[in-house]
């Protein structure tokens, strides 16, 4: 029987503060959520608010790219801490709408040099046979929280307000930085790459170069956009999903993401449990073939069991595809680009999410919501397709399957 990756104590520490980190967001959110609808009374409000959280990672995902592997990593993910936690706490007493959007900006912006690190030095926290369950563990752990984060926060703002959610996630990100403080790993990991100044431009281009002669990294990036731009439609469309295909209330759209969250359980789960035992190629394409076939499911979908089965399923395909595809790309990644490779990963995504969130409403409203999900889930089918027929994906699979059974 395997030994739980938590035996490793730098990888408990890093465990600890990723969940720390990940409750305290889900307690923002809600609280964010409460005061744009219950002081604003405006859903264009929260939309707008959201829409800021993403510019950052849009526009300064450059910036980013071109520094975090030329800081010390333990300096930088502590820093992004204890400045999100002076932000977070702010909101509890002074939150004029201005400062409400600026306040997400920054914590979003922050968030990009915390995770970009704390991706980088993961390999380090454990022995490489342990990499996938490792990565599948932190999953299983994120999205748990996240049913537990919603339920929680939900009842906390309901009954005391949004002022002492802002106070408890500004908690978790001093948890976070503590656990961060005491994680014992060689210096080498944790300091910059190279002395000197950073050098913003010469840096993105030494990372744009690596994926020019990496076409293992460059294509899980490409086909993570297409994922990306499937999946991220679902928090636009599941309130018309909600009304026009189940005949539910709009409220009924927080249901469905518990589904989906449920699914991402389940997902993360099945990944911990198979492992290594099917190649990370099969992994990825089965989920997101998974995921294109939930959204096709929605589209016959008119009862209430068949709407949630198919967040479920489309749960479940999003993390049979993302935890194998991280590891895939450490495995493929020297250590001095790690940094900068999840950098611009995470901004990439952030342009794709952006432009499926903002395309899905103008879908729907001009094609109508059936066609809105079937093309939604052709994107997806087709990200499943392209694992397998890029020769580059084939030829590391083939080649990683020749070592194990060598």
């Not at 809600?30 to 002081?39: I, N, P, R």
């Not at 002492?164 to 948890?175: H, Q």
């Not at 014992?184 to 002395?195: D, E």
């Not at 950073?198 to 994922?227: C, M, T, Y």
Request: overall charge positive.
């Amino acid at each position: 029987m395997r030994r739980s990756v938590l035996r490793y104590p730098n990888f408990r520490r890093l465990w600890a503060s990723l969940a720390a980190s990940e409750l305290g967001d889900h307690f923002f959110e809600v609280a964010v959520a409460v005061y744009a609808l219950k002081m604003h009374h405006s859903a264009l409000t929260l939309g707008t608010i959201l829409a800021v959280g993403t510019l950052p990672k849009m526009t300064l995902g450059w910036l980013v790219a071109g520094v975090i592997d030329k800081w010390h990593k333990q300096h930088v993910m502590m820093a992004a801490d204890w400045l999100r936690m002076l932000v977070v706490i702010s909101l509890a007493w002074f939150h004029p709408l201005w400062w409400a959007m600026s306040a997400v900006f920054l914590l979003q912006f922050l968030g990009m040099f915390f995770l970009p690190a704390s991706r980088a030095i993961l390999p380090e926290t454990v022995s490489p046979s342990d990499l996938d369950r490792a990565n599948s563990t932190l999953g299983t752990t994120i999205t748990s929280l996240s049913l537990v984060g919603y339920a929680s926060a939900s009842l906390v703002v309901s009954r005391f307000g949004i002022a002492p959610a802002f106070i408890f996630d500004s908690l978790t990100f001093v948890i976070s930085s503590l656990w961060i403080a005491q994680m014992r790993l060689a210096q080498s990991v944790w300091r910059p790459v190279a002395a000197g100044p950073p050098r913003f431009w010469q840096e993105i281009w030494a990372g744009v170069a690596f994926h020019r002669r990496q076409p293992v990294v460059f294509d899980l990036l490409w086909l993570s956009a297409l994922g990306v731009l499937a999946m991220f439609s679902l928090n636009v469309l599941a309130g018309p999903i909600a009304i026009q295909r189940l005949g539910r209330a709009p409220s009924f759209y927080g249901y469905l993401m518990l589904a989906l969250g449920l699914g991402t359980v389940i997902g993360a789960q099945l990944t911990h449990w198979v492992g290594s035992r099917l190649s990370r190629r099969i992994w990825v394409g089965l989920g997101f073939a998974t995921v294109g076939a939930a959204f096709l499911g929605l589209v016959a979908a008119h009862t209430l069991w068949a709407g949630l089965g198919c967040f479920v399923l489309g749960g479940v395909g999003n993390m049979l595809a993302q935890i194998p595809m991280r590891s895939w790309i450490l495995a493929e990644t020297p250590a001095e680009f790690r940094g900068r490779v999840f950098a611009a990963r995470s901004m990439v995504i952030a342009v794709a999410g952006g432009v499926s969130m903002g395309s899905a409403g103008i879908a729907s409203n001009a094609w109508g919501l059936g066609t809105a999900l079937a093309v939604y889930g052709c994107i997806g089918i087709a990200a499943g397709v392209g694992v397998w027929l890029r020769p580059a994906l084939r030829a590391d699979s083939e080649r990683s399957a020749t070592r194990v059974t060598g």
